[in-house]
């Protein structure tokens, strides 16, 4: 029995009148989505989302804008930053992190961080960018940042599927895979987060090419995850943590995704967890669920954390961020900073448990 319906679109003229005429019940979410859409992509003042020297964080930016950014720290703030590419994307795009951390030593563990690897996840890239303007404002001055970037070094690929990422400014907004082609349908392409070496195609990931979970023809078939997967097993002596930034759901997920099965160091990756929801919770008192990613969330295979997690590196999440459904993929950028801020305490959080021992 139909109890309510959430109406996350501009639906008046269609689908409420007959809503009311059957006496169901429903809640408009959004009023109009495409005012929505366009208030993110529509065009700002060109000081407030493209001056490198007042770059405001607390509004999306395109690829081109976030990738002239990395390139202006890389010049500017060269003692802590060096930015380098891991590869191209299927249409021939720069594959670009950020190294951060004070090369203190030869020798440094390493964190790696990355963001949309769906295209239509925006308050991931942003929170990418967050975490370096936090980490480089704050070193001076507060001990814990200090700390973690004297001891470790991070990778941030604030966007991991540029091409799926231009292609939600440009043309779909709720685009969410990679954009490679495909010869035998007319669908565009792959779920980067199922096209993993790691129970590939299985439970949760689909065959077929015109599905938001289609897995690709073969693991690694895209250029961007076998680029970043090469990246990750070359240096996974170095790399003790995976973070990997989604929306939405508001949870920390850790492995397995693909199974239901208890991971052997569970007892160090429970509790990092717990602490870090906790400090979350801190900022603004939203508390995020946290748990093994197939019983928080739901099965799914060939995914980046459990690949991480099987080729070695011991502290591998999956962050699900603001909200629970409410604006969904169309987060505000009032709550930009928000979530940011929460999540900031969250990371540090797990980072600084890295760097005790755990039994």
Partial sequence: MVTDVRVPWNASRSLLPYLQQANIPYTILISDLQKAIENQTGQRPYRNRRSLSAYNYEVYHSLEEIQDWMDHLNKTHSDLVHMFSVGE???GRPLFVLKLGKRSRPYKKAVWIDCGIHAREWIGPAFCQWFVKEALQTYQTDPAMRK????LYFYIMPVFNVDGYHFSWTN???WRKTRSKNTRFRCHGVDANRNWKVKWCDEGASLHPCDDTYCG???????????????????RKQIKAYLSFHAYAQMLLYPYSYKYATIPNFSCVELAAYNAVNALQSAYGIRYRYGPAST??????GSSMDWAYKNGIPYAFAFELRDTGHFGFLLPETLIKPTCTETMLAVKNITLHLLKKCH
């Fill in 217 to 235: 023809p073969f693991p690694e078939s895209e250029p961007e995850v076998k680029a970043v997967a090469h990246f990750l097993r070359k240096h």
């Fill in 296 to 301: 928080t969330l739901y099965v799914s295979s």
């Fill in 148 to 151: 973690m970037l004297t001891q």
């Fill in 89 to 91: 994307s299927y249409e």
């Fill in 172 to 174: 779909d907004r709720f």
